[in-house]
T-cell receptor
Framework: NAGVTQTPKFQVLKTGQSMTLQCAQD?????MYWYRQDPGMGLRLIYY???????DKGEVPNGYNVSRLNKREFSLRLESAAPSQTSVYFC????????????FGDGTRLSIL | TQLLEQSPQFLSIQEGENLTVYCNSS?????LQWYRQEPGEGPVLLVT?????EVKKLKRLTFQFGDARKDSSLHITAAQPGDTGLYLC???????????FGGGTRLMVKP
C-alpha cells in the first residue's frame, strides 16, 4: 500500500530548463494537491484538482502548470525553471469531506541553479 | 488569502519539559488540523478538531479548539526527544477542498 508516490525525490536544474514532477496515488481519492514548502513559510498551495479533469489555481500558481491525467495521477510542470522555484514540492490527496486529512508524499527536493 | 499564524516559530527545550504551540487567525475555521512532519518526509495528520471548545488528547499531546473557532493550541506534556519535528496547523474555512497551512513550529527536544 504505497499511498502517495512522488518522483523524482531529488533534482537539480539549470535556469530555463523544464521539468515535470510526477505524483500518483492508490487511495482512490478525488482531490489532489501540489504544495511547495520553503523555510518558515509552511506549505503553500500551487494548484489543486477536485476531481479528474478539473484543476484550479492555489495561492502561488505563477510559473507552474498542472495536468490531472486520470484519477490516480496529478503532475506539476515547470516550463522555464527559475532560482525562486528552488523548494521542496509535496503532492497530497484527500478523501471526500472538509474534515478529512490530507495524505502527503515524501516530497521532491528541487534545486535550480 | 486567509492567514494562519503559528507561534513560536522555533522551540528548543529539555526532555521532560512542557510546551504549548499556538495557531491563530482572524477568521472562523470550519475545521482545523494539526500535522507533524519529520525530515525527509511529508506531514502526517495528528488530529482534526471541528467543534468550538473541543479538546482532544493523543497520549501526551492535548489539542484545543477555541470557543469561537478562530484559534487552536497544541500542548505537549513531558516532552521526549521523539517529539522533535515540525508541527503544522492547517485550517479549512468552508466545505471546500482547500486547506491553508500555518508557517510551522520547529520543535527540538534535547535529551
Amino acid at each position: 500500500n504505497a499511498g502517495v508516490t512522488q518522483t523524482p525525490k531529488f533534482q537539480v536544474l539549470k535556469t530555463g530548463q523544464s521539468m515535470t514532477l510526477q505524483c500518483a496515488q492508490d487511495m482512490n481519492h478525488n482531490s489532489m494537491y501540489w504544495y511547495r514548502q520553503d523555510p518558515g513559510m509552511g506549505l503553500r498551495l500551487i494548484y489543486y484538482s477536485a476531481s479528474e479533469g478539473t484543476t484550479d489555481k492555489g495561492e502561488v500558481p505563477n510559473g507552474y502548470n498542472v495536468s490531472r491525467l486520470n484519477k490516480r495521477e496529478f503532475s506539476l510542470r515547470l516550463e522555464s525553471a527559475a532560482p525562486s522555484q528552488t523548494s521542496v514540492y509535496f503532492c497530497a490527496t484527500r478523501g471526500r469531506g472538509s474534515s478529512q486529512p490530507q495524505h502527503f508524499g515524501d516530497g521532491t527536493r528541487l534545486s535550480i541553479l | 488569502t486567509q492567514l494562519l499564524e503559528q507561534s513560536p516559530q522555533f522551540l528548543s527545550i529539555q526532555e521532560g519539559e512542557n510546551l504549548t504551540v499556538y495557531c491563530n487567525s482572524s477568521s472562523v475555521f470550519s475545521s482545523l488540523q494539526w500535522y507533524r512532519q519529520e525530515p525527509g518526509e511529508g506531514p502526517v495528520l495528528l488530529v482534526t478538531v471541528v467543534t468550538g471548545g473541543e479538546v482532544k488528547k493523543l497520549k501526551r499531546l492535548t489539542f484545543q479548539f477555541g470557543d469561537a473557532r478562530k484559534d487552536s493550541s497544541l500542548h505537549i506534556t513531558a516532552a521526549q526527544p521523539g517529539d522533535t519535528g515540525l508541527y503544522l496547523c492547517a485550517g479549512a474555512w468552508n466545505a471546500g477542498n482547500m486547506l491553508t497551512f500555518g508557517g510551522g513550529t520547529r520543535l527540538m527536544v534535547k535529551p
